[in-house]
């Protein structure tokens, strides 16, 4: 990575300048950065962000001042710094960086010549190998919640992964974390004291709050609050660092703090957040994350999970906003779970975390928008083909289905009688969406009714049944020719409500976006 910075014009020590906060974690990192971003933009600073992956375009990886850089602006840097790379080429140096090394290399070049006040920059991958771990001297690092993702690369124990993740941790540089499992967070402290570096531990959000008046999150879902808090503590460290004013107010430590504080990492002091990290805190906005769409009668509550952890987080959060929305008079409503994992997953674990959803149907698709991936560049994947995917799709579907035969095996001869309403001999539909009722009643059981796809927008045209008014899609014939598809389009053209779940995969839940949300493509 040296060798490819340098050959681009840059050196280490001109990544100094960004004054960078420099954050990673399994699930949630992204979250973060937003949320951090946000708070110091209000403070009036300019800032640069670095993200991956994008869900749309590829200019989403690289913002100032939270917006993508213009068209203009990407291409502008892209032949800069593709033109100096290919310059300085020679038969030790023939080679060209890979994707993710070279748009990391070009972030740093767009943030030092629109001369940013400071760049949140998100790890790709674990940390210590990470590209982005060039960086010699952040201002402050971060590291969210941890869990097992890309064992392959970054081990199969949580210990290892975080290992990776202490990584970043620089000498003499303040890093912050959440509340984690004992071992991972030994590890972490042991590579705190390695570095060596001051490691806290992040107290709750409640401890922020006033007794009145909780924080207000532009990001939903209870898991976010352990993203919020980490973001607080990494810009009051960033203004504190650079000599700003206004960055809140210490607090007592809340009744339980001081036993917590006793762990082997030390607890962070809680503080009145200003007005700036308050309204920061409620205006971040961070697509594809517990987004909901509301397109008439489709919902559409789309979740870029793909972790155990994240996906356990993203069903809570489905269950209680489907159970927030307004239930149809006459109780007709179509859940469909639109999934795709990629990778090394375990997509077993992942879907079984799924069924409490209790879907009608169950939707799998490749991650390409259409069938054709001509037009689609920034959503084109080289690492694999259509035809690995739709086999993954169809293995997935499988593992679904069995799923879904034990689960009814399980409830039909394991539950315990429950004592429910009746109306004229059936069920009342709001106890059937009750959290605490698992057992198949006949008018809404469980069922494998599980479609696949070749395409997102196949998969999107069938789910919605041109009941969608931001959807528009060709006319595609065949789509039907499955008994399942055919009569579940008779139930999803008559429903009051179709309720859809979008998760397993943020470029998935990229794909997605692009067809219901033109503007993204802008």
Known sequence: MKGFLERSGLKVEDLDQLNI??????????????????????????????????????????????????????????????????ETKDP???????????????????????????????????????CTNIIRKPIVCGVSSLGIDHTSILGDTIEKIAWQKGGIFKPGVPAFTVPQPERPLEVLRERARESPCLLYLCPDLDAFEEDDKALQLG?????????????????RAWLQQQGYQGTGELKDLPPGAELLGKRTVPLAPAFRPSSSMVQGL???????????????????????????????????????????????????????????????????????????CRFDYAVFCPNFTEVSAVGNADQQNFNVTLENMLT?????????????????????WLSPPVQVEEVGGQLKPDLLRSPLLFVPSSERPLNSNSLVFPCISHALQWITQGRDPHFQAPATKGLHLHPVAGTGAVLLKEAAAIRVLVTGSLHLVGGVLKLLDQSLSQ
């Open 21 to 86: 906060i420099h954050v990673t974690g399994t699930k949630g990192k992204g979250s973060t950065c937003a949320f951090t971003e946000r708070i110091l933009r209000n403070y009036g600073l300019k800032t640069g962000f670095y993200s991956s992956p994008h869900l749309v375009q590829v200019r989403e990886r690289i913002r100032i001042n939270g917006q993508p850089i213009s068209k203009e602006l990407f291409s502008k840097y892209f032949w800069q710094v593709y033109n100096r790379l290919e």
């Open 92 to 130: 030790s140096h023939a080679s060209m960086p890979a994707y993710f090394r070279f748009l990391t290399i070009m972030a740093f070049h767009v943030f030092l010549q629109e001369k940013v006040d400071l760049a949140v920059v998100e790890v790709g991958i674990g940390g210590a190998y990470d």
């Open 219 to 235: 990001l939903a879902g209870e898991h976010q609050r352990s993203n919020a808090t980490l973001a607080l503590q990494l810009s």
């Open 282 to 356: 409620q205006d971040t906005e961070w697509l594809g994350r517990n987004q909901v769409l509301q397109h008439g009668p489709v919902t559409w509550f789309i979740d870029g999970a793909h972790t155990t952890s994240s996906v356990q987080a993203c069903v809570r959060w489905f269950r209680q906003a489907a159970l927030n929305e307004e239930k149809p008079v006459d109780g007709s409503e179509v859940r469909v779970l639109l999934f795709n994992a990629t990778g090394d997953r375990d997509t077993a674990a992942l879907l079984k975390l799924l069924l409490p």
């Open 392 to 412: 993954r799709c169809l293995e997935n579907q499988k593992k679904w289905n069995r799923l879904m035969e034990e689960k009814v095996g399980q409830d039909l």
